[in-house]
């Protein structure tokens, strides 16, 4: 099993999850994507690129049969993974609060966010990261211990600030609608519905009307940062879907 970390997150976001899924015998990898965490910034991060780190990871490794989890913006790599390089090693696929399948406005997906909003979303993030984080990490994981809201604020700045805008304006203007109904593999769709991050009718329930073999598990009242507020179901949910 392969967890993938949602955006400026690293794999540590994981860690619960994981200790939770290994002590059910399950074997669980994750890494840090490029920029991110303890792995390098390579100049750029678009989910070609980030579709192939995925690839290499899992060739290096020589996985098969494995389940993808993947958070956020990280639907997009494991979408755009199956894709290009097929499902050969993949079995499953989990979406946990998934970012997509297309989020910009236009006059084909009028209930997008408007450009406009995703520009401005884009300076912030590149002259007043920390007020950002200061204004939205609450809703990500709310109720949550306030050394783990520091301890995630912290992940977002230490991330490379132009990977960081980079890989947000590919997860806000990257069109997955052709490769998301194109999948053939079971996936679930884990979502809270009051997720302010990923709203679910703008992502969850689309993906799921979208992709053939997909199964909705909604978590009333939960936001974004599920791994965080809801770990223990979660982490039986992934169980459950990797037998």
Request: aromatic residues 6%; negative net charge.
């Amino acid at each position: 099993m392969v967890l993938l970390s949602g955006w400026a997150m690293d794999s540590r976001i994981w860690a619960e999850t994981m200790v939770a899924l290994n002590a059910k015998g399950l074997r669980t990898i994750s890494y840090d994507r490029r920029g991110h965490g303890r792995s390098t910034d390579p100049g750029t991060a678009d989910y070609d690129s980030l579709a192939a780190d995925l690839a290499a990871v899992l060739d290096g490794l020589d996985l098969t049969d494995a389940t993808l989890v993947c958070h956020s913006g990280a639907a997009g790599e494991a979408i755009r993974y199956l894709a290009q390089f097929g499902s050969a090693r993949v079995s499953r696929l989990v979406l946990v609060g998934a970012v997509g399948p297309l989020l910009v406005a236009s006059e084909e997906n009028p209930s997008g966010v408007p450009a406009e909003m995703l520009d401005m979303l884009m300076t912030q993030m590149g002259s007043d990261l920390a007020g950002w984080i200061d204004a939205n990490t609450d809703a990500f994981a709310p109720g949550t211990n306030p050394r783990v809201n520091e301890w995630l604020g912290s992940m977002i700045l230490d991330c490379s600030r132009r990977i960081a805008i980079d890989f947000q304006r590919a997860i806000m203007h990257t069109d997955f609608r052709a490769e998301a109904a194109a999948l053939r593999l079971p996936v679930t769709i884990i979502h809270g519905d009051r997720d302010a991050s990923a709203p679910i009718d703008l992502t969850g329930r689309r993906y799921a009307e979208l992709i053939p073999q997909s199964r909705l598990v909604v978590y009333e009242g939960a936001a974004h940062g599920v791994m965080f507020t809801h770990a223990e179901r979660l982490a039986a949910d992934i169980e459950r879907d990797a037998r």
